[in-house]
Nanobody, 125 residues
Framework: QLQASGGGLVQAGGSLRLSCAAS????????VGWFRQAPGKEREFVAA????????NYADSVKGRFTISRDNTKNTVSLQMTSLKPEDTAVYYC????????????????????WGQGTLVTVSS
């Protein structure tokens, strides 16, 4: 089970840190990704991190502003979001992908097996 948390209301230019916690699973065997879905839009890729934490991948829209990291000893993955924009407003989901090589990431939903419930991020202008 994945639990996403840390969402909230923030002004444009502000920061938030999202967390994804895993229970009942050894998190280190999964690559993890963050996706988001704004009202009326499809779910889109935000960032991903490999099992080892050594490889990361970001959507162009968040590069340089968001940072994904993981702590396998605590079974958590974090998404640090800075310089937030109103267009970042969405429900953010974390997801885990099994069966990946140690350094692989994925940026499409089809690869992910487990999903958290989502946490709402609202950025006001």
């Amino acid at each position: 089970q994945l639990q996403a948390s840390g969402g909230g209301l923030v002004q444009a230019g502000g920061s938030l840190r999202l967390s994804c916690a895993a229970s009942g699973r050894t998190f280190s065997i999964y690559a993890v990704g963050w996706f988001r879905q704004a009202p009326g839009k499809e779910r889109e890729f935000v960032a991903a991190i490999s099992r080892s934490g050594g490889n990361t991948n970001y959507a162009d829209s968040v590069k340089g502003r968001f940072t994904i990291s993981r702590d396998n000893t605590k079974n958590t993955v974090s998404l640090q979001m800075t310089s937030l924009k109103p267009e970042d407003t969405a429900v953010y989901y974390c997801a885990a992908a099994g069966g990946f090589g140690y350094s692989r990431t994925a940026d499409t939903t089809q690869w992910y097996d487990y999903w958290g419930q989502g946490t709402l991020v609202t950025v006001s202008s």
